[in-house]
């Protein structure tokens, strides 16, 4: 059954279903108590921080464990003192804290003269630039993005989320969010990884070198470590082609054609809503997604479409590493039986 829904969330791996598993029943000690148990918990965080220093290129003191990106978004975005400039094409976790916007061309890709005019406004205290997009995977120059935000002295945050096990992960920004439900990780663990950090969002015990209070939660921290270690991806190998050709040829119009992609994302507008084609993709076996949120069951038109100058609800195809070119053409097949019944009706 083809899942191609990486983007939402990514099947976990065995390795680290494994090593959560183990460190549930062998580390039962709270990782700041000061017996052995204590210790060995602290111990398998330490070594979990050391993997996903590695996984970011940054040394193990810059990482700091969160509940996942929304919380590692807010806790670099919040309580800031000047205006929070973000990228018009966040996800709302970013959204949310953000006093203005930097917009975006038709193929998703931010404004830099736009992002250059806000900066010189002088108030800037932080600008957040995604690194991937989540609907459409269009990649943001986010080395351009630095640059001016360097020159105005200015801190740059950049939710990489999307990026983790898709591409490399060596980005210029001071700060840098990471889940690791999107990589093979389990759900509710997340990274901010950087300096300077702003004061903690979450206040009470030392935990996490003072900088977010609460009980480290190890065996998720131990499997988001794993998870760290084994995110890489084959490179370009085709499969986008591959899955965008067959798309296209089915008449679907792809968001950022014209833009750099992460290599496992393909979304399109279809003369069929997006949300009809993913209950007809469902009802065949076959996991997609609108890529915007839904609430209330009802998927709602993307801020993200809409800010490419678009309208319309796309349909989202995220594969993951292991997905075979098979399975793509059993998405492929059903997709095509889905718009040719939806095209009857209408
Ligand atoms: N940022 C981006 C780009 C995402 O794709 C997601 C995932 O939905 C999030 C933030 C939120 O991640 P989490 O589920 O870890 O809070």
């Known amino acids: 059954m083809p ?11 065995p390795e680290v279903a494994e090593a959560l598993g183990r460190a549930l029943v062998e580390l039962p000690g709270n990782a700041h108590s000061q017996h052995a148990a204590g210790r060995a918990a602290a111990a398998a965080v ?32 919040s309580g800031r003192t000047g205006a929070v400039l973000v990228s018009a094409v966040e996800h709302d976790s970013v959204r949310a804290w953000g ?18 005019r806000a900066l010189a406004a002088g108030d800037v205290a932080v600008v957040s630039v995604m690194a991937a997009n989540n609907e459409t995977g269009v990649l943001q120059p986010i080395d351009q993005v630095h640059a001016r935000c360097a020159a105005a002295g200015v801190p740059l945050h950049c939710d990489a989320t999307q990026l983790l096990g898709r591409m490399a992960l060596d980005l210029p920004a001071e700060l840098l969010t990471l889940s690791f ?29 003072g900088g977010r209070a609460g009980t480290v939660a190890v065996p998720l921290v131990v499997a988001a470590g794993v998870a760290a270690e084994r995110a890489t991806w084959p490179g370009a190998d085709g499969r986008r082609a591959h899955l965008q050709a067959g798309v296209e040829a089915l008449g679907g119009t792809v968001l950022g054609r014209g833009a750099p992609r992460l290599p496992n994302t393909v979304t399109a507008l279809f003369d069929v809503p997006g949300d009809l084609l993913v209950m007809g993709l469902d009802l065949r076996g076959v996991a997609a997604s609108t890529g ?8 709602q038109e ?19 590493p292991t997905t ?23």
């Not at 075979?324 to 209408?346: K, W």
Request: some cysteine; overall charge negative; charged content about 20%.
């Open 302 to 320: 993307s801020h993200v479409v809409r800010a490419m100058g678009r309208s319309g609800l796309p349909l989202r195809l995220s594969f993951g």
């Open 181 to 209: 439900h999107k990589a093979g990780g389990p759900k509710g663990i997340g990274v901010l990884v950087g300096s300077p950090l702003p004061p903690p969002l979450l206040r009470g015990g030392p935990q996490e070198r």
């Open 99 to 116: 006093d203005r916007e930097i917009p975006v061309d038709g193929d998703g890709m931010v404004d830099l003269d736009a992002l250059d």
């Open 324 to 346: 075979a070119v098979d399975e793509l053409d059993q998405a492929l097949a059903a997709l095509s039986d889905v718009l040719r019944t939806a095209r009857e009706v209408a």
């Open 3 to 13: 899942y191609l829904d990486h983007n939402a969330t990514a099947p976990v791996l």
């Open 46 to 77: 330490e070594q979990a921080r050391d993997r996903v220093a590695a996984a970011v290129g940054r040394p193990a003191s810059l990482v700091r464990f969160t509940s996942g990106a929304t919380e590692a978004n807010a806790w670099a975005l």
């Open 292 to 299: 915007a949120a839904c609430a209330s069951g009802a998927a």
